[in-house]
């Protein structure tokens, strides 16, 4: 009997391990994850795009190309960005790439502004800040990636919309809202409106006691929608620094999402929710770097080096 309990208790155990073992594994990412970089010494003013996976590793340049490129979003292994390549300088259109920087094409005629951007119904639409001519600047246009199409849902050309984000299931948008763009006196702020361009609840209305109201710098944007807790995470510039904040859709909870004593802001979920990547740096902001947060645990790692000075604005692909 001793024996029989000896052995059933060892195999308990094995089986423990087992589990705990494949636990853990399951808990590390798989995604890649793309970002901007500066080149330094270029007289072109050369961005360019490095993935790496997602323990830093792996780091490439994939597009390699003398123009503007910047990526804020992808869907699954699909890597969108913007760039100037074979137009003007910062004249920017919307292009779609691999994980690898392969099978490039140019996804729309729509010239874009420089501002995040957002897809819906399995990537094959995505919402974006375009703008037709010197008069419909800043405007939001719904874009068929498959085909380059483009509807415009916004028509209000004395405001500035920029930085949307569809909701996880894509009938709302959050957005950065100025009434008047030429308002210097004036800032933007989040908004929601609904799939069609309504305007609807306002979000967020920035402290204007705070030191830093009178610096250059975001009041709200950059706003991620997070894929499966009800909150939208968003960047402010506030107490001397950049950080990211959160608020709830109906208004009800907002708050400092990351308890950190260095300046971060752009940033990304994972499809699920349990990663968060981000770019942070030091208050003055003169290196910038990589960082990637288990949203459960709270644990972060750094992910770059001192290569480049400029790392911004990482997008989380494949996952």
Same mark, same amino acid.
């Given at each position: 009997m001793k024996t029989l309990t000896l052995i059933m208790a060892i195999f308990v155990?094995? !089986?423990? !391990?087992? $589990?705990? %073992?494949? /636990?853990?594994?399951? $808990?590390?990412?798989?995604?890649? #994850? *793309?970002?901007?970089?500066?080149?330094?010494?270029?007289? +072109?003013? /050369?961005? &360019?795009?490095? %993935?790496m996976n997602a323990d830093g590793s792996g780091k490439q340049n994939i597009l390699q190309n003398d123009d503007v490129?910047? =990526?804020? =979003? *992808?869907? &699954?292994g699909r890597l969108f960005f913007i760039s100037d390549r074979d137009t003007c300088?910062? !004249?920017?259109?919307?292009?779609?790439? /691999?994980v690898d920087g392969k099978n490039l094409? %140019? @996804?729309?005629?729509?010239?874009?502004?420089?501002?995040?951007?957002?897809?819906? %119904?399995?990537?094959k639409e995505m919402i974006v800040a375009g703008r037709i001519g010197k008069d419909v600047r800043f405007q939001f246009f719904i874009v068929n990636t498959e085909n380059g199409t483009f509807k415009q #849902? =916004?028509?209000? =050309?004395? *405001?500035?919309?920029? /930085?949307? !984000?569809?909701?996880?299931?894509?009938?709302? #948008? @959050?957005f950065s809202y100025q009434k008047n763009k030429r308002d210097k006196s004036t800032h933007e702020e989040l908004f929601l409106m609904d799939e069609n361009g309504r305007?609807?609840?306002?979000? $967020? @209305?920035?402290? &204007?006691? +705070?030191p830093s109201a009178k610096e250059y710098g975001y009041r709200a944007g950059s706003a991620r929608w997070h894929p499966t807790e009800n909150f939208i995470s968003y960047v402010s510039l506030q107490d001397g620094r950049h950080s990211i904040y959160a608020v709830s859709p109906n208004v009800k909870k907002h708050w400092k999402l990351l308890n950190r004593t260095d300046s971060e802001s752009w940033h990304d979920w994972s499809a699920d929710g349990k990663w968060l990547v981000f770019n942070n740096s030091d208050r003055a902001e003169t290196q910038y770097h990589i960082s990637l947060m288990n949203w459960q645990t709270k644990v972060e790692k750094q992910l770059t080096d001192l290569t480049y000075k400029s790392q911004l604005s990482p997008v989380i692909i494949g996952d």
């Open positions: 155990l094995f !089986c423990a !391990c087992s $589990t705990s %073992k494949k /636990d853990i594994q399951s $808990t590390e990412p798989t995604f890649s #994850i *793309a970002y901007n970089v500066h080149m330094p010494d270029t007289i +072109n003013d /050369d961005w &360019e795009i490095i %993935k490129a910047w =990526t804020y =979003t *992808a869907h &699954e300088y910062r !004249c920017f259109f919307l292009y779609e790439s /691999d094409r %140019k @996804v729309s005629d729509l010239r874009l502004e420089d501002s995040w951007m957002s897809s819906r %119904k399995d990537g #849902i =916004t028509n209000d =050309t004395a *405001a500035l919309f920029r /930085d949307p !984000c569809f909701s996880p299931d894509g009938k709302q #948008i @959050v305007v609807g609840q306002q979000l $967020t @209305v920035y402290p &204007e006691n +705070n």
